[in-house]
């Protein structure tokens, strides 16, 4: 490996024996990191606006609950754990001015310190612990006795213990039981905005889409299509999880992997490729960040239109009424009309829509 992963004897809990952790938010990832960490003995307490709904999830779990301003004022280590397009003000108005000279500031993604939104006082220690799962799997991994691997970084070391405590965070999350790799703001931010765009959200759900229509328009049952293109979709993502794309072609028909091999680069070809790295120029230059920022100040109309506009797309139709019929999914329903925008429900709001499943144990179909 050319890259150095660390484990828990490398990041040891010791640094932040007598600290307090504050994290603000409560919601998938905000959850996940104040319980792993009070179960790891480390002092937690949560940070929450009055009225959020989630101060009486967090009181009943256990923990003492102050608004953010109080919070913050208590502890050694403060998490972010809120939308990137929140944080800015949230920062300004409730962290920065209550942030004691060596206090430790996190975030789970560099998405505001890499693009300038938020610029932490010198004297405060700023680091990163990003695990590269869903909040909620952070948080089943680890009660199983696993954990989700994640990316840390220090942008700002002031007090020499930086490194040292940001380490210790993700061994209370239980990240350094699967391994944590360093890396920079800049790097963790640019490679998970293109992930997410062109493979993991935006690349699988338009080539799921198309696959449907092209099959449908030709004449297929529109379930049949369903299960050929988005159903059987986790089984082949399952075998690539737990040994890669050479066990996934090992554990499928000798038939699905000559498709793989000639008719994969005919769909992704090198115009793709091509289009990808324009995605990837718009997000290093900061044109995305821009584009994003300025749509979630306008009222985010361009993002309700594409919602409402892809939430009736047939295929939801479809498979909705086919979930119905496998309880053992455990499908989930989500209202997006009704949906609460991002700025309240967090960015890693995907992660209870994507989560039902994980822990379904599924077998390859004979006909793949």
Same mark, same amino acid.
């Given at each position: 490996?050319?890259?150095?992963? =660390?484990?828990?004897?490398?990041?040891?809990?010791?640094?932040?024996?007598?600290? $307090? $952790?504050?994290?603000?938010?409560y919601?998938?990832?905000?959850?996940?990191?104040?319980?792993?960490?009070?179960?790891?003995?480390?002092?937690?307490?949560?940070?929450?606006?009055?009225?959020?709904k &989630?101060?009486?999830?967090?009181?009943?779990?256990?923990? +003492?609950?102050?608004?953010?301003?109080?919070? $913050?004022?208590?502890?050694?280590?403060?998490?972010?754990?809120?939308?990137?397009?929140a944080?800015?003000?949230?920062? %300004?108005?409730?962290?920065?001015?209550?942030?004691?000279?060596?206090?430790?500031?996190?975030?789970?993604?560099?998405?505001?310190?890499?693009?300038?939104?938020?610029? /932490?006082?010198?004297?405060?220690?700023?680091?990163? $612990?990003?695990?590269?799962?869903?909040?909620?799997?952070?948080? &089943?991994?680890?009660?199983?006795?696993?954990?989700?691997?994640?990316?840390?970084?220090?942008?700002?070391?002031s007090?020499?213990?930086?490194?040292?405590?940001?380490?210790? =965070?993700?061994?209370?999350?239980g990240?350094?039981?699967?391994?944590?790799?360093?890396?920079?703001?800049?790097?963790?931010? %640019?490679?998970?905005?293109?992930?997410e765009?062109a493979?993991?959200c935006?690349?699988t759900?338009?080539?799921?889409?198309?696959?449907?229509?092209?099959?449908?328009?030709a004449?297929?049952?529109?379930?049949?299509?369903?299960?050929?293109?988005?159903?059987?979709?986790?089984?082949? *993502?399952?075998?690539?999880?737990?040994?890669?794309?050479?066990?996934?072609?090992? &554990?499928?028909?000798?038939?699905?992997?000559?498709?793989?091999?000639? &008719?994969?680069?005919?769909?992704?070809?090198?115009?793709?490729?091509a289009r990808?790295?324009? *995605?990837?120029?718009?997000?290093?230059?900061?044109?995305?960040?821009?584009?994003?920022?300025a %749509?979630? +100040?306008?009222?985010? /109309?361009?993002?309700?239109?594409?919602?409402?506009?892809?939430?009736?797309?047939?295929?939801e139709? *479809?498979?909705?009424?086919?979930?119905?019929q496998?309880?053992?999914l455990? /499908?989930?329903?989500?209202?997006?009309?009704?949906?609460?925008?991002?700025?309240?429900?967090?960015?890693?709001?995907?992660?209870?829509?994507?989560?039902s499943?994980h822990?379904?144990?599924?077998?390859? /179909?004979?006909?793949?």
């Open positions: 490996m050319s890259v150095k992963m =660390y484990y828990s004897a490398e990041a040891p809990l010791g640094a932040l024996t007598g600290q $307090v $952790v504050a994290v603000i938010g919601g998938s990832q905000g959850h996940a990191h104040a319980r792993n960490l009070h179960e790891s003995g480390l002092n937690v307490l949560v940070g929450l606006k009055e009225g959020s &989630s101060r009486a999830v967090a009181a009943a779990d256990g923990f +003492e609950v102050l608004n953010p301003t109080e919070a $913050v004022k208590r502890a050694n280590v403060v998490m972010i754990a809120a939308p990137d397009t944080q800015k003000a949230l920062y %300004e108005s409730e962290i920065a001015p209550n942030l004691s000279p060596g206090t430790l500031l996190l975030f789970a993604h560099g998405f505001n310190i890499h693009f300038g939104r938020i610029k /932490p006082a010198v004297g405060i220690d700023v680091g990163m $612990v990003a695990p590269k799962g869903p909040g909620h799997l952070v948080r &089943s991994v680890y009660v199983s006795g696993g954990g989700v691997p994640a990316l840390f970084a220090i942008a700002q070391d007090t020499g213990t930086a490194r040292a405590r940001t380490m210790a =965070y993700a061994n209370g999350l990240c350094t039981r699967a391994g944590i790799m360093e890396t920079t703001f800049k790097d963790e931010t %640019e490679s998970d905005l293109f992930g765009q493979v993991l935006g690349g759900s338009q080539l799921v889409k198309s696959a449907w229509e092209t099959l449908v328009e004449g297929y049952d529109p379930e049949l299509a369903y299960f050929e293109t988005m159903h059987e979709l986790k089984l082949i *993502v399952d075998l690539m999880y737990r040994g890669g794309l050479d066990y996934m072609r090992f &554990s499928v028909s000798d038939t699905a992997e000559w498709g793989d091999y000639t &008719s994969g680069p005919r769909i992704i070809d090198a115009s793709v490729k990808m790295k324009e *995605v990837l120029t718009e997000i290093q230059d900061g044109t995305f960040a821009k584009r994003w920022i %749509e979630d +100040e306008a009222g985010r /109309p361009e993002y309700k239109r594409l919602r409402a506009a892809n939430s009736v797309h047939p295929i139709k *479809v498979g909705k009424a086919l979930r119905h496998m309880a053992f455990n /499908p989930v329903e989500v209202d997006m009309d009704g949906a609460q925008g991002a700025a309240e429900k967090g960015r890693d709001r995907k992660s209870t829509r994507l989560n499943s822990s379904q144990q599924s077998r390859m /179909p004979s006909s793949a």
